[in-house]
């Protein structure tokens, strides 16, 4: 890649539309919508502004720690 060309952060483009995604610790994560969902992730939630995700992600993700560490 030339030095001079632009990298491309599909998290912080305007107009780019995501999925929330969750993984198997219950943590949550914005995805773009455009892109194949990473092994160990699943799509849950609202699809769209980066902010509507935001949002959901907001109201249901209240214990930040992982199931693992919350399990007895």
């Not at 890649?1 to 949550?28: C, H, K, W």
């Not at 849950?44 to 919350?70: F, I, N, Q």
């Amino acid at each position: 890649m030339d030095a001079a060309e632009p990298v491309i952060d599909d998290f912080s483009m305007d107009g780019t539309r995501f999925v929330v995604l969750v993984n198997d610790e219950g943590q949550y994560s914005l995805w773009p919508a455009a892109k194949a969902i990473p092994e160990g992730w699943a799509k849950t939630g609202p699809s769209g502004s980066k902010e509507e995700c935001m949002a959901y992600v907001d109201r249901v993700w209240t214990d930040l720690a992982p199931h693992s560490l919350t399990r007895s």
